[in-house]
């Protein structure tokens, strides 16, 4: 026994001296760091400083209206530290010796993109991809991106995107994790781990940037650039907690937005940018505009020229301006008029060369720049692996009547109709970085791979995806008739959703629908496989059509993973991460929204209803079927009341009833039923996955604490309210069962 509390000791003693060297070492490297980049500081002139301030984008690609041709000049003079829209172990390579060999000080550049999801090898959109509910998942698809990217060259994406979105009329709902804050902060968690990794001078690491900071998915009408008009407690309740969450997992950057909040544009929004990132939260990084934002805030009407919106950005906290040469060309000006600080110069040109010293450029300019580990690590086996596995878990399946999927693989005779049935280019959808879409796998060839050779596949397109020509109808409605299964693919173009693609309609594009409705009278099943970038209004569909495939654009393995769900070698698991409205005319629609003094009454006129559409989504957030079926048990909660300090723990029983094994995402909420400001209805506070072969059953436990409880208050503290309070457990945010406890003490809570 002495001999094990010696050991004991020993390796305590042991443990807690690596942990000092650790420190220790640690601090030396800071120590290093910051005399490099103080010494560096003394030695720049104003404009090599405002060089570092200023990001520029080459031409081997375009992302926005402007671009510098003299970019190269730009290197060489010190004028600018970082370049965008650059790729290729060579062609970073001879850009980044520009700066190194042929500059004063010999600063190594920053390259940046926009690797959102994936490089090469492309994933689902991060909303298809957000339905997976699967953490390690999506974790592992920004990995994978980080390594392709950094291979070729790049050291930093403008990913992820953690705007909470609620207006799918806005085309960039497709980039984000849907309209939920809770599930939005820890997808955005993931994202930063996996672009980032555990060591960001590895290279095959890339600073993650957080963006758009802030309110960008609020756009009024679900305008692109519009306006955003939310109240402070909105600001803190649903928009700012995935930017914080970032935060907590060590994100380096962050990117303004491009819309104004509180009558201030983002890029110029000092509360925004100093007073909550830099002071309150302590944001160590830097910040940089998005593309030209500066430069808008003349359009938005707060400043003049470009002179004073240089200046309100940079005094607001904005540390690097993004194409819009404001800096560039006023900055030097503007501190030699004493309207700018030379000590918050310095401030954010160190935030800028601590962030090349982490990512170990100093140390090895061309780290990135290997043409070798290029060739080796895009596009292997494992990341096509993932990207499969990850495109069939992001796949929901709406509905399915008759049980008609899966479809049986000895199927005699399968028309596969629609614009994209046999397409690649739209698969990979929007922002899809450097991705092919000639290597992507199409329907079609998904479809071919996974039955035999007796199955006869009569392919006819039908339609093309937006124009109105019904000329090949008569083919498809021919071809449909010999066809014992119809599976029709069809949606949006790649180019409908993303930056700059806003619809009002939300209906399928062109005459898609109305084909469909003719394919509907051969009294055929037919299945609609739907690739799109947002939620659409598919009421017809869903009240006519046999069954529903959800499948967003899942990138370069989408047609595999179509295939793998639609012949049953995978049980769909996908849940909904935004609601679907049965028509645009019911937006704003979500699951958390508040009730109102006079609540829905069917009998009574005067309440909060529509006289055309029931208020209710066509289908909620959390929704998605499966091939088998699940039965949940009532809650059983082990305590009535708790107080600050408890733990609360709400189990609840799952039985797959079905025939086959199924994945099931149990999903917890909870109702602060009175609170010194109106409270929604439900928030989505936890859920778990559970697999379950049939007949088998298995008891999902939460635990609830304070912490899932607290809200801002009426004064906007952050804190709990003792009082009653509503538990729902489910498969979906509409169909759950439900309990009830207290909380007998009021308090705040840590932030």
Not at 369 to 391: P, Q
Not at 644 to 665: A, I
Not at 708 to 720: I, K, P
């Amino acid at each position: 026994m002495k001999k094990v509390i010696c050991f004991l000791c020993l390796l305590f003693v042991f443990t807690m001296f690596q942990s000092t060297m650790a420190k220790d070492d640690e601090k030396k490297d800071t120590s290093v760091m910051n005399q490099k980049i103080d010494n560096l500081i003394k030695e720049m002139t104003l404009e090599e400083k405002v060089g570092q301030l200023t990001l520029f984008t080459s031409d081997w690609d375009v992302t926005g209206p402007t671009m510098r041709s003299t970019y190269k000049d730009d290197i060489r003079s010190g004028k600018t530290g970082s370049i965008f829209n650059a790729y290729t172990a060579k062609y970073n390579y001879d850009l980044q010796k520009i700066a190194v060999e042929e500059t004063r000080l010999h600063i190594p550049l920053l390259f940046g993109y926009d690797v959102i999801h994936g490089h090469r090898t492309i994933f689902p959109i991060s909303l298809g991809e957000s339905c997976s509910w699967d953490l390690s998942g999506i974790e592992k698809s920004a990995r994978i991106a980080a390594i392709e990217a950094s291979a070729e060259g790049i050291h930093w994406t403008f990913a992820p995107m953690v705007d909470i979105a609620r207006d799918p009329r806005w085309g960039r709902i497709s980039e984000g994790a849907g309209e939920d804050t809770y599930l939005g902060t820890l997808i955005a968690k993931a994202r930063v781990k996996g672009f980032q990794g555990d060591d960001m001078s590895a290279p095959d690491s890339l600073l993650a940037c957080a963006k758009h900071y802030c309110a960008y998915g609020a756009a009024q009408a679900g305008r692109d650039y519009s306006t955003v008009d939310i109240s402070q407690r909105e600001l803190f309740s649903t928009y700012l907690p995935p930017f914080r969450g970032a935060l907590d997992a060590g994100v380096c950057t962050f990117m303004s937005a491009f819309n104004e909040l509180d009558g201030v544009p983002c890029t110029g929004n000092k509360y925004l940018l100093d007073e909550i990132l830099k002071k309150k939260w302590r944001f160590a990084g830097f910040i940089v505009s998005d593309y030209t934002s500066v430069n808008e805030m003349i359009c938005h009407g707060i400043v003049a020229d470009e002179k004073e919106a240089a200046l309100l950005a940079f005094n607001a906290g904005l540390d690097m301006d993004m194409q819009g040469a404001t800096y560039y060309k006023y900055l030097p000006e503007l501190v030699k008029e004493g309207k700018v600080s030379i000590h918050q110069v310095d401030n954010s040109v160190r935030r800028i060369l601590e962030m090349k010293y982490k990512k170990g450029l100093f140390d090895n300019p061309y780290l990135y720049c290997d043409e070798k580990r290029e060739k080796n690590y895009v596009m292997t086996e494992e990341f096509l692996s993932h990207a499969r596995d990850i495109a069939r878990k992001s796949i929901v399946l709406l509905k399915n009547d008759r049980t008609i999927l899966p479809i049986k693989k000895d199927v005699k005779t399968l028309a596969l109709i629609g614009p994209l049935a046999d397409d690649k280019e739209n698969l990979i959808g929007s922002w899809c970085a450097a991705g092919d879409w000639k290597k992507a796998v199409s329907v079609m060839e998904g479809i071919k791979s996974k039955v035999p050779s007796s199955t006869e596949i009569l392919y006819v397109k039908g339609c093309s995806i937006s124009d109105t020509d019904k000329k090949g109808f008569k083919e498809a409605l021919e071809t449909a008739k010999k066809a014992d299964v119809i599976v029709a693919v069809m949606g949006e173009s790649a180019s409908m959703s993303g930056e700059a693609a806003s619809r009002s309609n939300l209906d399928l594009p062109g005459v898609q629908k109305e084909l469909l409705m003719e394919l509907k009278k051969t009294g055929k099943p037919v299945v609609l496989v739907l690739m799109n970038g947002r939620p659409l209004t598919i009421a017809w569909e869903a009240e006519n059509l046999d069954g529903i495939l959800e499948t967003w654009f899942l990138g370069t393995e989408a047609g595999n993973a179509i295939a793998d769900v639609l012949f049953g070698d995978y049980n769909p698991s996908g849940k909904l991460t935004v609601t679907f409205p049965r028509t645009a005319g019911q937006i704003p629609l979500y699951y958390n929204m508040k009730n109102t003094g006079r609540p829905m009454d069917e009998k009574n006129k005067y309440t909060s209803k529509y006289l055309d559409v029931p208020n209710s989504p066509l289908y909620p957030f959390g929704y998605g079927l499966s091939y088998t079926t699940f039965e949940y048990s009532p809650l059983t909660l082990d305590k009535k009341e708790i107080s600050l300090k408890d733990t609360l723990n709400v189990s609840v029983t799952v039985k797959n009833t079905g025939s086959v094994t199924g994945e099931e995402t149990v999903q917890l909420y909870i109702r602060d039923l009175v609170g010194s400001v109106t409270r929604p209805l439900k928030e989505l506070k936890g859920f778990k996955k559970i697999t379950l072969a049939p007949g088998k059953s298995g008891t999902v436990t939460f635990e609830i604490t304070a912490k899932e409880l607290a809200f801002y208050r009426r004064d906007m503290s952050y804190g709990v309210e003792a009082g009653a309070f509503k538990v729902f457990a489910g498969t979906n945010s509409s169909e759950v069962k439900e309990g009830n406890f207290r909380l007998t003490r009021s308090g705040l809570i840590q932030e």
